[in-house]
């Protein structure tokens, strides 16, 4: 079973057997992109169960490190984490501060966001596409 599914259904001890697996995933730079997005929510929801499997003395260099991803859907699964983890207590993360601004101004510039992808979105009703900078092309497939 996928450790995100199983993140909504088990309690506690479940989010600690299962937090180190999904920590590794969503580290690791070979997993595909949509996995390391999904272990971002799911560490997410492990979190909200068990506030002791995130350690701002480990997890914070981590983040640190994801917050330099270029993909947008794990940039966007990372932010969640991160604004679900400060939430509850943001001593240890202040470092990430400066990364998540720049962030959000690479953004706002429109500089690494993709042109196609995953994040085209298609209306087969009016035959067109669109992206994630709302331009619009024809709709294939």
Not at 28 to 50: D, E, G, H, Q, Y
Not at 59 to 84: C, F, H, P, Y
Not at 120 to 129: F, K, L, N, V
Request: net charge positive; hydrophobic share 40%; charged share 25%.
């Amino acid at each position: 079973m996928r450790p995100w599914v199983v993140a909504n259904v088990g309690g506690r001890e479940f989010a600690d057997s299962l937090a180190g697996d999904v920590q590794k995933i969503l580290t690791n730079p070979s997993v595909r992109p949509i996995v390391r997005k999904k272990a971002a929510l799911c560490l997410l929801r492990l979190f909200r169960k068990n506030k002791e499997i995130l350690v701002a003395d480990t997890w914070a260099q981590k983040m640190l490190n994801l917050l330099d991803e270029r993909d947008l859907g794990i940039l966007t699964g990372v932010i969640s984490l991160l604004t679900g983890i400060v939430a509850h207590d943001s001593r240890g993360y202040e470092a990430c501060i400066p990364k998540v601004c720049a962030v959000m101004q690479r953004l706002a510039r429109n500089k690494d966001i993709p042109q196609a992808g995953p994040h085209t979105y298609c209306s087969p009703r009016h035959g067109t596409a669109f992206n994630s900078r709302h331009q619009s092309s024809k709709c294939v497939g």
